[in-house]
């Protein structure tokens, strides 16, 4: 109860903050990755589904879309409810939910629409067991087959979580989708880059305020005989927002991206992408809010990379910084039973006390 009550408490003032990415290599492959943050401990198991899964989407006013997973699906869960907040299936196809608090309007639920009613955390989960690519996805958004409904989810509080989503396919191509007024609004993004509110469109015009930044250093000036130099490296990027306001990591992933040089493939392209979203890591009471005297901070729970080459799906929490990887083609796809792992774990230290040698 008391639990419940921190999120209830975190949900009503959002303090969240997710940073999602993505970068190409030389190679012509594509890796992502983003990380988890909330005020309250979210507990994350891994999971693999299979294919012919049942589902059956949720709703406040009983049964919604019945659907059954096409593609076999490996990535994260919250709070032991088997839908896929965050993962990657066979065709890799990635999928994820962020939050998108004050903007996230979903439809009402009508006897009309129930039987294709989604609950926010099933969309997510629909979009992975259904789909193969990005063109695929914006047909079924086009010919209307789903809504998102509000609906109360376990471990996310009195209320339903909002959320927008970005998805990726295995050729590169990204969108972002946000519940608007009811409807589904699809956004290309070729910038395979996502955080939190405001709205996706609004976040690509306030990129406009930071056209000047380049990776490369300011060169030397001379005012009447003086020679003024930048003090060290990184005069090209003065000004970048440096908070963990969802805007400014917006502008801030946007550049690591793209001056990224390219990793020649995709296993030191996830190396990459685990490096540039260690910057977005918060530690725990840098971003907090106090509700009577009690303080939430907001901290990195959860960070992944994924490979949709080789179906790899690479994660690490905050008190475990070791990464772990899921290999989605070692399980069998055709199992009749979800497969689960729990991400609890400590970290260790690897003691090289006694391998060192005389000069």
């Not at 685990?274 to 890591?281: A, E, G, M, Q």
Request: charged share 20%; aromatic share 12%.
């Amino acid at each position: 109860m008391i639990a419940a009550l921190a999120v209830l408490l975190f949900v009503q003032n959002p303090a969240t903050g997710c940073t999602g990415i993505m970068l190409k290599t030389k190679d012509g492959s594509t890796v992502h990755g983003r990380t988890l943050e909330f005020a309250v401990e979210v507990k994350t198991d891994v999971v693999v589904i299979p294919k012919n899964y049942q589902f059956t989407g949720l709703t406040v006013n009983g049964d919604g879309l019945k659907y059954t997973s096409k593609y076999a699906v490996t990535g994260a869960i919250t709070f032991g409810v088997k839908l896929v907040a965050d993962g990657m299936n066979e065709m890799g196809l990635t999928s994820g939910a962020f939050f998108f608090p004050d903007f996230a309007e979903y439809a009402p639920l009508t006897n009309e629409n129930q039987r294709k009613a989604l609950s926010p955390l099933d969309f997510n989960n629909w979009i992975l067991t259904q789909f193969a690519t990005i063109d695929e996805i914006k047909k079924a958004i086009e010919n209307n087959e789903v809504v998102i409904v509000a609906t109360v989810l376990e471990g996310w509080g009195a209320e339903a979580p909002p959320f927008h989503y970005i998805v990726y396919d295995k050729t590169g191509k990204s969108i972002v989708i946000e519940p608007i007024g009811g409807k589904l609004i699809v956004y290309d993004n070729p910038l395979g880059v996502l955080t939190n509110s405001p709205t996706f469109d609004w976040h690509l015009i306030n990129l406009r305020n930071y056209v000047n930044l380049t990776p490369n250093n300011v060169r030397e000036i001379k005012i009447d005989g003086e020679t003024f130099k930048g003090l060290g490296q990184g005069t090209g990027m003065m000004g970048i927002p440096g908070d963990f306001t969802p805007p400014s990591r917006f502008v801030r992933a946007m550049a690591f991206c793209m001056t990224a040089i390219p990793a020649p493939d995709a296993t030191e392209g996830i190396n990459q992408v685990f490096h540039i979203l260690n910057n977005f890591d918060i530690p725990v009471g840098f971003s907090r809010t106090v509700e009577n005297g009690t303080v939430y901070a907001d901290y990195t729970q959860f960070t992944c990379a994924r490979d949709p080459q080789s179906l790899k799906y690479y994660y690490k929490s905050y008190t475990d910084q070791n990464i772990k990887v899921v290999d989605l083609k070692s399980f069998d796809f055709n199992a009749d039973k979800i497969m689960i792992f729990n991400t609890s774990s400590e970290q260790k230290y690897e003691d090289v006390s006694k391998r060192f040698a005389p000069e």
